[in-house]
Every structure is written in C-alpha cells, then in structure tokens.
C-alpha cells in the first residue's frame, strides 16, 4: 500500500506542475490583453510587418508595438522609421498602413539619380549622396521616373529599405504629416529578434 502511494505522489506533482504553469500562461495572457485594450488607439497600437519592403531592418510577420505619443511634440526626423495610414495613395485607405523610413523632411530637397539618393538639407546648394547602412549590400534606389522634390510644411520623402520592393515616395510623393500615426518602439515577435527601438534611425 505504502509503495502504491509512493508511485502515485510524482503524477499528482506532475500534474500540479502543469496546472501551475497552464495558470501562469493565462495570467501572462490576461495582462497583456488589458495592456493591449488600454493602449490601443491613445499610447500605442500593434502593427504587423506585411511584405518585404523593409528588408533587413524589419521582415513580413515582425510584429511590432508602434508609439503614437512622440510625433505628438516633436517632428520625424531624417532615417526615423515610421507607420502611417495609406488613404492618400491610390488603393489605399484608413486602415491600412505601411512602414517606411524618412529620406527627407520639410524643406529637404530630395533627388534620386543614378541609383543613389541626393539630399539638399533645407533645399540648400550643398549636396550629398546619401551613405545607408540599412540597405541590403548592392541594391540601388531606382526610379521609373525622375525624382526632384523639394519638401513642403508637414511633407516627407520616405523609402523602403528594401529598395527593389518597394512601393514608396518614388511612385506616390511625399507623406504629409496628418497620415503618421507613429513609429516602431518595440519588436515583440519573433521571440528571437525582440528589439527595443529607443532611436529607430539606428534600428536598436
């Protein structure tokens, strides 16, 4: 009787351990759903990564939790990366969004050629060609059409990093700022690659 009793006691632990760690799951769940219901649409709101055209700093099915305050009292700034509706662009709507990354802010002249991007801060005569260490190695930043815009208030020239696919200001101009919803302040998944952006412009 003693050694059945024994036999029974590591099932009865085992299954404790389970049931312990089943309750710990759905607590971690129910917290992050709360957060996720306070936050939605007034500090910050979930964003998943659709397509390719941010390869390599972010992939399709990155998951990430966007900052809506920042752009509340300071303005985007060059390399930032952000999200923003699509309602403007032909096809697009409210609810949709893509994530791009800033070439060019209000009163920047911008000028693609030869593969490079030209950058004339605040439109002035000096120029310069542009060094991004966020594209992949060898991919040039093509046009179909010639790209010579100089930035108005509330305006910006934003790129894909993956510039080969990428459907960005070289198609559909600049964004204006009533569009921007915000920009990456954490990636949550995958599991492997979670980052915590404090400057988005150098991607960690």
């Known amino acids: ?44 709101q979930p964003f998943l990564v ?5 390869e390599q700093t972010f ?3 990155d998951y990430l939790i966007v900052d809506q305050v920042t752009y509340n009292f300071t303005e985007p700034q060059r390399s930032e990366v952000i999200v923003f509706h699509t309602e403007f662009i032909p096809g697009g709507n409210e609810r949709e969004y893509y994530i791009k990354r800033v070439i060019g802010i209000p009163g920047d002249r911008v000028v693609i050629k030869d593969g490079e991007v030209i950058l004339y801060e605040n439109n002035s005569s000096a120029s310069k060609t542009l060094d ?9 930043t093509l046009s179909q059409d010639a790209v010579d815009v100089v930035l108005k208030e509330n305006q910006y020239f934003v790129l894909g990093d993956n510039r ?19 920009k990456p302040f954490i990636r949550l998944f995958p599991f492997n690659t ?4 404090n400057n988005n412009s150098n991607n960690e």
Not at 50 to 54: D, H, L, N, T, V
Not at 132 to 140: A, L, P, T, V
Not at 194 to 197: A, E, H, N, V
Request: no cysteine.
């Open 1 to 44: 009787m003693e050694q059945e009793l024994q036999s029974q006691q590591p099932k009865q632990e085992k299954k404790h351990f389970w049931q312990s760690e089943l309750w710990d799951i759905i607590k971690t769940i129910i917290v992050f759903a709360l957060i996720y219901f306070s936050i939605k649409g007034y500090v910050a």
């Open 50 to 54: 659709k397509g390719r055209s941010m």
């Open 59 to 61: 992939s399709d099915g």
């Open 132 to 140: 991004e260490e966020y594209i992949i190695d060898g991919i040039k």
């Open 164 to 182: 080969g696919n990428s459907s960005d200001s070289r198609y559909w101009g600049p964004v204006d700022k009533k569009y921007i919803v915000g």
């Open 194 to 197: 979670i980052t915590l952006f």
